[in-house]
């Protein structure tokens, strides 16, 4: 993750729109990634992540220069994440097609193959997430793809230590109890599909 | 399927913390022989690739031009809301004074043609002087959009008890005509 200049940071306190400008360029993609794997939709994430930079905005005088920005800046993102997914209804996990998120395209520009392979992960992913409750996903999406201590989730989410690694190893025990389940009623369609895709002849 | 009933060799599993060489080898030997706690190994490497794989999803591009415009359309909704508290503190400001005026007027006229007519030019005076408190606290909306919402009490809060002094001060004033008259 980006580490701004200090003084990047002061100028936007002091209310320079073009230095809180840098800082979005800056940010923009660890904190949507957080809300899309928080969210599971990418309309809903990239709305989250604007309303995470505006709430950054208005609260930029009250941050503390003493602790990390991305922490300070990926709880606030995770707090209203947690606040969206329990003002939800219905469950909006949306795994269409047409609903994929923007994947940067790596270098080596691949092909069409390895793109649908990489959605295909990617729906595994959120599935996987999907069934935690928020907190726990919170968690689980600071610890695996931001590489926080326990410290710096328990301060960014507002929770002690071992609180942390008591909804981490929850988390981990329901994702390998779910990946299991996944497995299971995969591998039965597959069995199906192989079975139809057979040859009457043979 | 998975069952977590077997501690501490799950915990062992999932902790991701290294194991000494004793600990090491009492799971191993137990994963020999517990085909749960094995599946619980399998399914949770599984997991773990999967999550460490996943990389960063990115939002589509133009993200920071539509936090700009987003960022314009709140303050936008801010300076209407701005406006609108401060025409809800002049409207109640202006209900005060008028029905301290009206009170006023309900004693003095007897007869109720004349209450009427005081009425129509009560109706009159409210009509104008609401459409003129509307444009002067729309102006000073506009020219005032850093205000905080704190100011815009302190703001309302300050003129409305200007107002109470004023009435206070005027009620004195006129009680005091009418003992002299008296």
């Known amino acids: ?202 | 399927m998975v069952k977590p009933n077997h501690p501490p060799f799950n915990r062992w599993l999932l902790s991701g913390e290294p194991l000494s060489p004793e600990q090491n080898a009492v799971l191993q030997e137990h994963l020999r022989t517990c085909p749960e706690c094995g599946q619980l190994q399998t399914a949770w490497g599984e997991v773990q690739f999967q999550l460490r794989s996943a990389g960063q999803v990115a939002p589509a591009p133009g993200f920071a031009s539509r936090f700009q415009q987003r960022l314009v359309l709140q303050r936008v909704k801010r300076q209407r809301r701005n406006a609108w508290i401060l025409f809800l503190g002049a409207a109640v400001m202006a209900f005060a004074i008028l029905s301290f005026f009206f009170w006023q007027i309900v004693g003095v006229f007897t007869t109720p043609v004349s209450l009427l007519s005081g009425l129509v030019y009560l109706w009159t005076y409210v009509f104008v002087f609401s459409e003129r408190m509307t444009d002067v606290f729309g102006s000073a909306a506009r020219f005032l959009p850093s205000i905080t919402l704190f100011g815009l009490v302190f703001l309302v809060g300050f003129c409305t008890l200007m107002s109470v002094l004023w009435l206070v001060t005027y009620r004195q004033l006129t009680n005091g005509r009418r003992e002299i008259s008296w």
């Not at chain 1, 606040?83 to 047409?98: A, T, Y």
């Open chain 1, 1 to 202: 993750m980006n580490d701004l200049e200090p003084q990047a940071l002061v100028q936007a306190q002091r209310g320079d729109a073009q230095a809180f400008s840098q800082l979005v360029e800056a940010y923009q993609r660890p904190v949507y990634n957080l809300c899309y794997r928080m969210l599971g939709d990418p309309y809903e994430a990239e709305d989250a992540a604007q309303e995470t930079f505006l709430r950054a905005y208005d609260h930029l005088r009250r941050y503390d220069a003493q602790r990390s920005f991305s922490t300070w800046l990926l709880s606030i993102a995770a707090h209203h994440c947690i606040d969206q997914i329990r003002k939800r209804r219905f469950p909006l996990l949306s795994l269409d097609d047409d609903e994929a998120p923007y994947l940067e395209p790596p270098d080596a520009g691949p092909g069409p193959e390895i793109m649908l392979g990489q959605h295909e992960e990617q729906k595994k992913v959120q599935q996987l997430l999907g069934s935690l409750n928020s907190q726990d996903r919170a968690v689980v999406v600071m610890f695996y793809w931001y590489e926080m201590s326990y410290e710096e989730i328990a301060d960014g989410l507002k929770m002690t230590v071992s609180a942390v690694k008591s909804r981490l190893h929850r988390a981990r025990l329901a994702l390998a109890k779910n990946w299991t389940v996944q497995e299971a009623q995969i591998l039965p369609s597959e069995r199906t599909k192989n079975g139809k895709a057979q040859s009457p002849a043979f």
